[in-house]
């Protein structure tokens, strides 16, 4: 599930995100717009700021990702298909296995107050595991995988719907010239359809699981068109009940379990800098969850659910941001538009996929 989470990180801080068009709008739209002095950069490139009461805006996000290697226990980089190889290496054959993700997202934003705005994000996602199964006797694998109760063959597949909605609220708390912080709170739903026990190469486009978001997030104007984002949020999962095999992927019998995934933070620290209308930056992003939990009502073994599972992993990240806010005032464009690319590799990492995701974030008012 952490792919899931890893494509989910940050999500309530789009909220914040979104809610930058609708404070330009406020600022901006008035007769005397182009004779007001420059927005400073933290409105301008969506990097602070709240939506004023009665605005409203969405933002569109689209990702793609690709994975065949993993980080594993002991932190080393290794083949997806490692611990699964150890096993079919008994029937003398192997997997390779490479996942793509295409993902999207909606979100929209509203300003109650000055100083609150609520937002609802709406998430899709696509997974696609391509299954190379090399066999010396073809049909083996397959005949075990029957055996153990698998309805579906050992093979390429492309599993889609949308993934867990999350609701949530963001407060401004504090805020000066030059400086901002942010509070928030978002309830993720777990609505996802839930991962198939009868299919190995099934990925669920979510987890899931109900949780509770807690947020931070602190911006200061660093001078000669540098900023400084520090981010810092907490995630409790909440527990819940799932069917699944308690003895692992080659387990033949099934079990409804109680679940309850760990909980887990993320951070970010993000230095950016402004050239007229463009913006880059660079970001260091942390993700850590704790092991996560399974328990049998009739005390079935589960430790090999939640052996390696307590997760890491550090990424950066770079993105290229362009705002229209300026030619929106002087009248070229029909309303307010901030378009950012951004690029985000992992690069160290335990019980996590060597992933490298690509966005692109189109921001408006309605």
């Not at 600022?27 to 004779?35: G, I």
């Not at 226990?73 to 996942?99: H, I, P, W």
């Not at 996602?125 to 995988?145: D, F, I, K, W």
């Amino acid at each position: 599930m952490y792919l899931i989470r890893t494509i989910q990180a940050g999500l309530l801080c789009q909220i914040c995100l979104i809610a930058w068009v609708a404070q330009v709008h406020a600022e901006t739209s008035n007769p005397d717009a182009a004779n007001d002095p420059p927005l400073a950069a933290a409105t301008a490139h969506a990097l602070d700021g709240m939506a004023p009461a009665g605005h409203w805006a969405t933002r569109l996000t689209l990702l793609r990702n690709g994975y065949d290697q993993r980080y594993d226990n002991q932190k080393e980089r290794v083949d997806l298909d490692a611990d699964a190889n150890v096993s079919l290496a008994a029937f003398g054959a192997s997997l390779d296995t490479e996942v793509t993700t295409d993902f999207a997202e909606l979100l929209v934003g509203y300003g109650v107050t000055e100083n609150l705005t609520v937002g609802a994000i709406i998430p899709w996602a696509r997974t696609t595991s391509r299954l190379q199964l090399t066999e010396a006797a073809p049909g083996t694998v397959n005949a075990v995988v029957t055996g153990l109760g698998y309805t579906k063959p050992l093979s390429t597949r492309a599993v889609s719907g949308f993934s867990d909605p999350t609701l949530g609220a963001l407060w401004r708390f504090h805020q000066r010239e030059h400086d901002s912080a942010v509070a928030g709170f978002g309830l993720r739903l777990g609505m996802a359809k839930a991962d198939d026990p009868d299919d190995l190469a099934d990925i669920p486009p979510g987890d899931g699981s109900t949780d509770l978001r807690f947020r931070l997030e602190y911006f200061r104007d660093l001078g000669s068109g540098w900023d400084l984002r520090l981010l810092g949020e907490h995630q409790v999962q909440l527990p819940d009940e799932v069917e699944m095999r308690p003895g692992g992927a080659f387990s033949p019998t099934k079990e409804t379990l109680k679940r309850n995934l760990g909980d887990y933070q993320e951070f970010d620290i993000e230095l950016g800098k402004v050239w007229g209308d463009w913006r880059v930056s660079g970001t260091w992003h942390r993700y850590q969850e704790e092991p996560d939990r399974y328990t049998s009502k009739i005390g079935t073994d589960t430790s090999a659910l939640s052996a390696n599972t307590d997760t890491l992993a550090d990424q950066f990240r770079f993105g290229v941001t362009w705002s229209g806010v300026r030619a929106w005032r002087s009248g070229k464009l029909l309303m307010p538009l901030i378009v950012k690319l951004e690029m985000q590799d992992a690069f160290h990492g335990r019980n996590f996929v060597d992933v490298r995701d690509v966005y692109l974030r189109v921001t408006g008012l309605f």
